[in-house]
């Protein structure tokens, strides 16, 4: 999948900080992830950000956006649901194999995602934000 867009939503086996903490290397299951890209490091490339999708009410002092109808339509999801923003995966998405399917379900819009990247950035600035490489 080379062609990733800030915004779509993709399924992918995400691997929870916890799960990673434990020493697990890959997702259980593929779930709908959000794909926020950002410019980091000197060569100026896009770098994705994977944020995953869940329809199980965060747990008390977690950081999630609730995902509204109308961005839950578009992207073709179920609600209830919340993008987690206090822990993400990073991938090389041209070449991950934790991708289940390289088309996206669908997107959410530009004003919803800048309210997901100002969510995560609080995360960030607060320090309670976790990242998990998986390359």
């Keep these: 999948m080379t062609d990733a867009?800030?915004?779509d939503i993709i399924l992918y086996s995400y691997l929870w900080a916890r799960q990673h903490e434990r020493g697990e290397e890959s997702?259980?299951?593929a779930r709908p992830t959000c794909v926020m890209l950002?410019?980091?490091g000197r060569d100026g490339r896009p770098k994705p950000l994977l944020f995953p999708i869940t329809s199980q009410s965060p747990a008390a002092g977690a950081r999630a956006v609730q995902i509204p109808e109308t961005e839950a339509r578009r992207a073709k999801l179920y609600?209830?649901?919340w993008?987690?923003?206090?822990e993400f995966n990073t991938d090389d998405l041209a070449t991950s194999w934790a991708i289940e399917d390289p088309k996206p379900l669908g997107q959410f819009s530009r004003?919803?995602?800048s309210r997901i990247a100002?969510?995560?950035a609080a995360a960030i600035r607060a320090g309670s934000v976790r990242g998990v490489p998986r390359r």
């Design 5 to 7: 867009r800030h915004g």
């Design 27 to 29: 997702g259980r299951k």
């Design 38 to 40: 950002i410019l980091a």
């Design 79 to 81: 609600t209830p649901a």
């Design 83 to 86: 993008v987690i923003v206090d």
């Design 111 to 113: 004003k919803f995602m």
């Design 118 to 120: 100002a969510e995560a």
